[in-house]
Nanobody
Framework: QVQLVESGGGLVQPGGSLRLSCAVS?????????MGWYRQAPGEQRELVAG???????NYADSVKGRFTISRDNAKKSLYLQMNSLGPEDTAVYYC?????????WGQGTQVTVSS
């Protein structure tokens, strides 16, 4: 079973940056074919922010393209999300996800609040 623990959230001013981390345990990351960052704002559905496939391909929501960068470090068993030029619309709980052998796993989430 895969366990995911997010960190790095917090309060940041508009235009600022944050880097989220997701620590992975419960087996090799090489067996995880897809990992991603999702977010959920109050009253909204959870949405995909960025995905990273084991083959190296990445994909982003249109709203974060050019501002966010997803990366995975298999050796450190970690997934990252570098977020730049943050705006109030980025305020949400951010979740790390992993799919291994057809099963989805989720972290507990980390709050990101963008406010002056």
């Amino acid at each position: 079973q895969v366990q995911l623990v997010e960190s790095g959230g917090g309060l940041v001013q508009p235009g600022g940056s944050l880097r989220l981390s997701c620590a992975v345990s419960g087996g090799s990351m090489l067996s995880i074919n897809h990992m991603g960052w999702y977010r959920q704002a109050p009253g909204e559905q959870r949405e995909l922010v960025a995905g990273a496939h084991s083959g190296g391909n990445t994909n982003y929501a249109d709203s974060v393209k050019g501002r966010f960068t997803i990366s995975r470090d298999n050796a450190k068993k970690s997934l990252y999300l570098q977020m730049n030029s943050l705006g109030p619309e980025d305020t949400a709980v951010y979740y790390c996800s992993a799919n291994r052998w057809g099963l989805d796993y989720w972290g507990q989430g980390t709050q990101v609040t963008v406010s002056s």
